[in-house]
């Protein structure tokens, strides 16, 4: 992020993922499928949002998946076509929506005709074609290419995956277990640091993530967001979800790793999401 610029706090999976994606004319350019996260030395940023198919295909279950990705790539009229991700940096802000910028929206125009399609014949016909849970996807590949901007220019308003990129869907539902081997619970959240939400986007730092031993409530939102829904629920929620754990990224093992658990280290200090 630029220096001196202003902060906030994001949850990603509850702020980002399947949300609408809208242009600034008020059309409606599809769903955040996926979200691209990068590791950049140290740190993991989320650089993009990933839309159609090829994105959503990462989080169906078995085969599901690996069927809907092979029917996106024998239709593309592409040789090798790759996943289609919208830079960070096009996003003008978000509320209940993603709101992106004209080059963005007119980019992902040209992309609606096999995409649609396959929402319409294709995914919206499978059963918990929206389905995060459950068994984890095996892993499309994901092919890198992308079309970097030059040095103070813009990125393209759409580009192929970032060499090395993850998408958000390898990260959720996987198990952490403390420095022991014991089981914690599974990856819900990334709670991240950007720009405030009604602002143009720049790549976000991914600062912690959250797991939780029960998983409804925490994909509602009420483990992240203290505000979430009315207050009664609230607390009844609060209660039931009192072992949700916050972690920084920097204390837990293997999550650059596309598949397999996440390891707590030894000086880790998880703590409630609401006492962060």
């Not at 837990?252 to 790793?257: I, S």
């Amino acid at each position: 992020m630029s220096a001196g610029a202003r902060t906030e706090t994001h949850d990603v999976v509850l702020r980002l993922l399947d949300h609408q994606l809208v242009a600034p004319d008020g059309a409606l350019l599809g769903n955040v499928d996926d979200v691209e996260l990068v590791e950049h030395g140290t740190r993991w940023l989320v650089t993009g949002l990933m839309v159609g198919p090829a994105a959503l295909s990462q989080r169906m279950p078995g085969r599901l998946g690996d069927w809907l990705y092979a029917v996106w790539r024998r239709l593309h009229p592409a040789e090798h076509p790759t996943p289609v991700v919208v830079p960070i940096e096009h996003v003008l802000r978000f509320d209940s929506a993603v709101h992106v910028d004209e080059p963005a929206a007119h980019a992902l125009t040209l992309t609606f005709g096999l995409e649609l399609w396959l929402r319409k014949h294709v995914v919206g016909r499978l059963p918990g074609a929206r389905e995060a849970g459950g068994e984890k996807p095996s892993r499309r590949p994901v092919e890198p290419g992308a079309e970097k901007g030059r040095e103070g220019l813009p990125p393209a308003p759409t580009r192929a995956p970032l060499d090395g990129a993850l998408g958000l869907s390898a990260l959720i539902g996987r198990q952490v277990r403390d420095a022991h081997g014991e089981p914690q619970g599974r990856v819900t959240e990334l709670r991240c640091a950007g720009r405030p939400r009604g602002e143009r986007q720049e790549p976000l730092r991914v600062e912690s993530v959250v797991y939780s031993r029960r998983l409804l409530a925490s994909e509602l939102g009420y483990s992240v967001d203290r505000q979430q829904g009315p207050a009664l629920v609230r607390r009844a929620v609060r209660t039931w979800q009192h072992r949700d754990r916050l972690v920084d990224v920097a204390q837990l093992e293997g999550v650059g790793d596309v598949d397999g658990e996440l390891r707590l280290r030894d000086s880790a200090r998880p703590r409630h999401p609401h006492d962060a």
